[in-house]
């Protein structure tokens, strides 16, 4: 039996670090148990972008129809796979529930706030816990191949504007008079100013490092087998035996439904499979990070290598590398750019990212369970929201004024 911990959270990744993180500087006693090593899921591989740009939920008008469309198209961006899964199609008809005007401005504007929170909050945050992890605020660049992509976009920057979102509109000539990497042909870019990024393993492996500095113990290969909560606390049996707790925190990402099921709550996300290369750095790589918006791809450029990720892939949690995927990112970045990929790849890679019903993070005390707090649907953007969320999620273990309004996040919404 260990002795009673203050704060346990499962899960050792990017959003259950920044929350064991803001807890233990808020002056918590915290353990994190992770089932394999701190960062070794969806936030090693990811493209590592800090992007107030994509406060624009995937839950869009139209978004179910084009993924089921793409069903039998193995390499679009976004894509279920057929199979059948009750649990995936409740989710689908959610997510397609809330793929109106006025629900897709609603998640917009809860996104955009976590998100630039996130953002302001983050140079100070890795300057304070000492990571290096190639942090640049360069900016961020949307680049459309087609004329009628580049047009469409205009009401999504409208409403991002309104929320202090700024994009500047760059004609195709211009934009490869500025952008040498880019291949001509492009209808024009949009770029975000305001957008960032860094080196996710390394911005993960620095977490790891400050949270157990400042005084936090890390249980890295103790898989959560069970748990429950009482009127005075949790208990969570492991690999490695019981823990007790007063508190409880599921940042388990795309795995927090099946936990939280064993307390008798639905958590609404599906895991949302996303892949990766990294390359050696060629010669000739953009100034800043790239979405190929029609693609779904992006490219960030490091010092010390080339990262192509992206697409949106519903397969359950198949674990098979799919090596059409793989073609698929290559593929885009051939299209778009004179060096697509370095000399040596050095990592062929995917991971779920925990995408919920709303496309909103799940963060709050769960409905019922007064020692039981979820941080979780992040989808995409964990790595973005990070700081924001683990600041949130202090705030509201600690009984503090929440920085920002909570409510848009709570898990009660679901209920």
């Known amino acids: 039996m260990n002795a009673r911990d203050d ?50 939920p995937l839950a869009a008008p139209g978004a179910v129809g084009r993924a089921l469309r793409w069903m039998l198209a193995p390499d679009a961006p976004f894509r279920v796979s057929p199979r059948f899964d009750p649990g995936l199609w409740r989710w689908l008809v959610g997510f397609a529930r809330r793929g109106n005007r ?38 961020l660049d949307y680049v459309f191949g087609s004329a009628a992509a580049f047009e469409a976009v205009d009401d999504e920057l409208r409403q991002l504007h309104a929320h202090g979102i700024v994009a500047e509109r760059i004609e195709g000539a211009a934009y ?15 770029r975000f100013p305001g957008d960032a990024h860094l080196r996710p393993d390394r911005y993960v492996a620095g977490l790891a490092q400050a949270f157990v500095a400042l005084g936090g113990r890390l249980d890295e290969h103790t898989q959560v087998l069970a748990f429950d909560t009482s009127p005075t606390g ?31 709550l639905r958590v609404p996300v599906q895991p949302g499979k996303g892949y990766s290369m990294t390359w050696s750095r060629p010669e000739r790589v953009p100034q800043r990070p790239l ?41 885009a970045a051939r299209e778009y750019l004179h060096e697509p990929v370095g000399p040596v ?31 979780t649907g992040h989808g995409m953007l964990g790595i973005s929201m990070s700081v924001a969320t683990g600041h949130l999620m202090s705030d509201l273990i600690c009984g503090h004024a929440p920085r920002f309004d909570p409510a848009p996040y709570a898990p009660a919404r679901f209920a």
């Open 7 to 56: 704060v346990l959270i499962v899960g050792g990744g990017v959003i259950g670090l920044a929350c064991g993180i803001a807890l233990l500087q808020a002056g918590r006693q915290v353990r994190v148990l992770e089932a394999g090593t701190a960062g070794c899921g969806s936030s090693h591989g990811n493209c590592g972008t800090i992007t107030p740009s994509h406060a624009a």
């Open 102 to 139: 006025d629900d897709w401005l609603r998640a917009l504007q809860a996104r955009a706030t976590i998100l630039d929170a996130s953002r302001a909050a983050l140079p100070d945050w890795l300057a304070r816990l000492g990571i290096d992890c190639e942090f640049e605020a360069a900016g």
């Open 176 to 190: 490869l008079r500025q952008e040498p990497a880019v291949r001509a042909g492009i209808a024009g870019a949009v």
């Open 234 to 264: 949790v208990q969570v049996d492991t690999a490695r035996g019981r823990f007790d707790g007063r508190d409880l925190l599921l940042a388990t990402g795309a795995w927090s439904p099946q936990l939280a099921r064993q307390v008798g």
């Open 291 to 331: 979405m190929l918006r029609e693609r779904g791809v992006f490219v960030t450029p490091w010092a010390s290598g080339l990262r192509i990720g992206g697409t949106m892939e519903f397969s359950g949690y198949d674990r098979s590398l799919n090596r059409v995927r793989l073609d698929a990112l290559e593929r």
């Open 345 to 375: 790849r050095e990592e062929a890679w995917y991971g779920w990212r925990p995408v919920s019903v709303d496309d909103v993070p799940i963060l709050g005390r769960a409905p019922g369970h007064r020692h039981l707090w979820l941080a």
